[in-house]
């Protein structure tokens, strides 16, 4: 399948939170805003059983609630052990006041 951009969030409402998680035809997708810029990752973290959108960003850093690893919310790259595994990235864009993530397998 060749994939396709999805609404995941408002931008009003993003710049409010920073951090959203949202179901994104069935994957589990979190989006963050660093300096008016968008990113997303999956959801859940490489190390366990935790969502990344109860976690803790702090510039480009998303630290989990679990045990306090981070990742790079531009790359997915984990920076802060325990987590080492990378997060799946999204790309993003901004249409009007929605931000849409590409979806694919
Ligand atoms: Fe995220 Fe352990 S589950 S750091």
């Not at 408002?10 to 710049?15: F, G, K, Q, T, V």
């Amino acid at each position: 399948e060749p994939g396709k951009w999805v609404r995941a969030t408002s931008l009003a409402e993003l710049l409010d939170r920073q951090v959203i998680g949202v179901d994104v035809l069935g994957v589990p997708v979190v989006v963050y805003s660093v300096d008016g810029e968008v990113f997303a990752t999956y959801d859940i973290c490489s190390h366990g059983k935790a969502r990344l959108s109860d976690g803790y960003l702090e510039g480009r850093e998303i630290e989990c609630p679990l045990h306090q690893g981070t990742f790079d919310v531009c790359t997915g790259q984990a920076v802060k052990a325990p987590c080492i595994e990378p997060v799946r990235p999204f790309q993003t864009k901004i249409e009007h006041d929605d931000v849409l993530v590409f979806i694919d397998d």
